[in-house]
């Protein structure tokens, strides 16, 4: 089974074709991170009319990629939210299009549901990875995300914990926004910490008296400017480094503790992690650490499908019709007359 999704939720515009949820044929991707960088974060507006600008061309060069026409897909898929309005709604116009098109069925597909999938995917030219054994926790941790879910079967996850303000790959834009980085701030911060001193700055990492596992990193990006405003200057050389450092590993123990302790919970041997953030070195190795210590292993997607993209969201959207076919999506999912359908809660 091929199908072509489109992911559009953000500022990357995205098309990719995967067969049978594992494979990836094609794909194509466009980022806007040099329009938006000069603001300190992403301009929904902006974001929404360079996806009309670039995705035709990104599909086409994906079909390419593939070898592929539209005919000779077996349905189309689209990110369905959550996003930028705007920018989700240039994705699912050309999808619906496509799909009305060529008479294939159209998928609707959660953005989350695609990075939990992420850890299954592969190049027709790389061994298929073994991906985590089900029931298992996974870790979704990006600009946008931050929480736990249990995965039961394919497509079938529960959200467990949850970040109760900010998320953690948004503490870092906005840390390095604060110190002058540029954006975006989780590849800057990661590069630049590398050899600092990671307990120059005795950070919290906070805890809830219900003994939840959500997360919370509003308090850290308070304490970090508490620390910019106390020097005369921005600090700079090691001062910035041991910073960083410190800022870094804050973020990274909190993730990793909760992450440990919803395993545990669980009675489950393998994690996920997977989104934006789990490109971070520091979040990556200690992680691994600390559930090899326990026995249990860490999958993670290779970089190039840690950040949005669209070949988790085809993934997604097969192991949401896996075993039925083609042409037997069910009716909640299919494109109908009006050219839209209803979405799930």
């Known amino acids: 089974m091929k199908i072509l999704a489109i992911e559009s939720s953000c500022d990357e515009t995205a098309a990719a074709v995967v067969e049978d949820g594992h494979r990836v044929l094609g794909e194509a991707v466009a980022t806007q991170v040099d329009i938006h960088r000069k603001y300190g974060g992403v301009v929904p507006e902006l974001a ?11 599909v086409e060069q994906c079909l390419a990629d593939a070898g592929l026409t539209g005919p000779a897909l077996d349905a189309v898929a689209v990110t369905r939210g959550p ?15 496509l799909a009305y098109a060529w008479d294939k069925p159209l998928i609707p597909v959660h953005h989350l549901a695609g990075h939990l999938h992420a850890v299954f995917l592969h190049r027709p030219d790389e061994p298929r990875p073994p991906g985590p054994a089900f029931p298992h926790v996974a870790l ?8 736990l879910y249990l995965v039961r ?12 303000d900010d998320a953690a790959g948004e503490a870092f834009d906005k840390v390095a926004r604060m110190l002058g980085l540029g954006y975006p701030g989780g590849p800057v911060v990661d590069r630049m910490a590398a050899g600092g ?19 919370s990193f509003s308090g850290l990006k308070t304490a ?22 410190s800022f870094q590993a804050a973020v990274a123990d909190q993730l990793i503790d909760r992450t440990v302790k919803a395993a545990r919970r669980h ?21 691994r650490a600390a559930l090899a210590d326990r026995g249990m292993a860490l999958h993670v997607p290779p970089r190039r499908w840690c950040t949005d993209n669209a070949a988790m969201i085809a993934g997604a959207a097969f192991a949401e019709v896996e075993g039925l076919g083609a042409h037997h999506v069910p009716a909640d999912r299919r494109l109908n007359a009006t050219g839209s359908w209803p979405l799930p809660a």
Do not use: C, W, Y
């Not at 705007?86 to 699912?92: F, M, N, R």
């Open 83 to 97: 996003g930028l309005v705007g920018a989700l709604l240039v994705g699912l116009q050309v999808a619906k299009g």
């Open 153 to 164: 079967a394919p497509g079938r996850a529960t959200m467990i914990a949850n970040t109760r």
């Open 48 to 58: 929404s009319r360079n996806h009309v600008v670039d995705i035709v061309p990104i």
């Open 267 to 287: 009675k489950v041997r393998d994690v996920a992690l997977v989104g934006g953030v789990a490109a971070n070195s520091t979040l990556r190795e200690g992680l």
């Open 224 to 245: 970090v400017r508490t620390v910019i405003r106390k020097g005369e200057a921005l600090p700079e050389g090691q001062a910035l480094t041991d910073l960083l450092a």
């Open 197 to 215: 001193d990671a307990k120059a700055h005795r950070f919290t990492r906070p805890l809830f008296k219900d003994g939840s596992m959500d997360f």
């Open 140 to 147: 979704a941790v990006s600009g946008g995300h931050t929480a």
